[in-house]
């Protein structure tokens, strides 16, 4: 019955954000705004390709998620998704180098569980840097094991775009966003432990039964 009712609240509210959704007039501001992240994202993604990087789009995605409404919170979320991205990407790393697959797909479980766990807990934009460490984990070490991607080179390709995504939507839109003039609001929702550990729970087996997965296909004989 809990389920249920949570499932059917979760739905309503859904709908209810579907609703107040509208899609943003074609003023001049709006398309100033537009403009400067098509500059940021062309200057990232210019950048990665003079310098020879694997994969250029990485270097765009920082510009859409970095950009917020007020200076203070862009920052913090541009220094929270390059200190997640590098710790993710190093404990990617290191279990590649050190562990056996099992070992691995542990490492990934826990890191992702933990990231979303945390992030959870905290419900502002601090959370960032937990969300990117738990994604970053997974971007390196499914290619490495899936694909036979050197993992060494994916991580630093995968930090370097992150920089010059960052660098260029916060150089390009610094002086156009505005201060905030109060207080970052607390968490909008009550933290739940159920929820929490259900979250934790789920994304442990998905991420940790997809490492075994990707491994199994590629490796037979180390998952044997």
Known sequence: MRAGRFFTARAQANVAAIHRFQVPALTSSTLAYAARLFLAATLALTAARLLGLTNIYWAAMPVWVVIQPHRED????????????????????AALTWLPVPGIALTVALTAAIGVGIAYRIGTHWAYGFTLMAITIG???????????????????????????VISVTAVNWLFTPARRAPMPPRPNPHFVQQLWLRMAAVAVLTGGATLIDAHFTHPAATA
């Open 74 to 93: 862009m920052a913090l979320r541009a220094v929270l998704r390059v200190a997640g991205t590098l710790v993710g990407a190093s404990i990617g790393i």
């Open 139 to 165: 971007v390196v070490v499914m290619p490495a094991l899936g694909m036979g991607a050197d993992a060494i080179p994916l991580a630093l390709d995968r930090v370097a775009c992150t920089l010059l995504g």
